[in-house]
């Protein structure tokens, strides 16, 4: 199976940066896209920006001009930089996976907070 662990995230000033990191540990071999997604409280989560293994990187609408995901696939790592970030960013941001090592093909981490304000 998979585990994803994250990095990063916390108390950023309106129009700071921040990067988020997650990496995949256990059958790693076994992901195929990987991303991130993120929710608040009441909402639904929504994908933020995911990435496939040749380094193809999709972005939600409210991202592409601000947020950048790499990977590097020997680390089983993705790494998130958001820039310009507004208060509307502040939310949960999960790191997500799929493939067959994931339960029931998916694969979630815990959350890390990340709060704009100021």
């Known amino acids: 199976q998979v585990q994803l662990v994250e990095s990063g995230g916390g108390l950023v000033q309106t129009g700071g940066s921040l990067t988020l990191s997650c990496r995949a540990h256990?059958?790693?071999?076994?992901?195929?896209?990987m991303g991130w997604y993120r929710q608040v409280p009441g909402k639904q989560r929504e994908m933020v920006a995911t990435?496939?293994?040749?380094?193809?990187?999709t972005y939600a609408d409210f991202g592409k001009e601000r947020f950048s995901l790499s990977r590097e696939n020997t680390k089983a790592t993705i790494t998130l930089r958001m820039e310009n970030l507004e208060p509307q960013d502040t939310a949960i941001y999960y790191c997500?996976?799929?493939?067959?090592?994931?339960?029931?093909?998916?694969?979630w981490g815990q959350g890390t907070q990340v709060t704009a304000s100021g």
């Open positions: 997500h996976a799929e493939g067959p090592a994931c339960p029931q093909t998916t694969c």
């Open positions: 256990g059958l790693t071999l076994g992901i195929n896209d």
């Open positions: 990435i496939n293994r040749r380094g193809i990187a």
